[in-house]
């Protein structure tokens, strides 16, 4: 269910300010790694390049899923950048 529910949040990035903190927290306390790393991906979505360094900590993790979800999630932030305002 949280997986799934993270995924959704996913699509509803005008709503950031509400379920960043919480795909957030979820990442930072879920065992489950296919829910952290669901999680971390829809917050790489959601969020704004100053969470780049957030997801940098997750690039040690012992999960390769978990370690491929921070990188993909720092790609999204970084690909925020390159896009016209």
């Known amino acids: ?13 005008e709503v950031a300010d509400t379920t960043l903190p919480l795909l957030l ?3 930072g306390r879920e065992p489950d790694p296919v829910a952290t790393a669901t999680a ?23 999960d390769r899923l978990v370690r491929w979800a921070a990188a993909v999630a720092i790609a999204c932030l970084s690909e925020q ?3 016209p305002s």
């Open 1 to 13: 269910m949280r997986t799934r529910a993270a995924y959704l949040l996913a699509w509803f990035p």
């Open 81 to 83: 950048d390159l896009l």
């Open 40 to 62: 971390l991906v829809a917050a790489g979505i959601a969020g704004t390049p100053a969470l780049s360094e957030e997801f940098a900590s997750y690039l040690d993790a012992e």
């Open 25 to 27: 927290a979820l990442a």
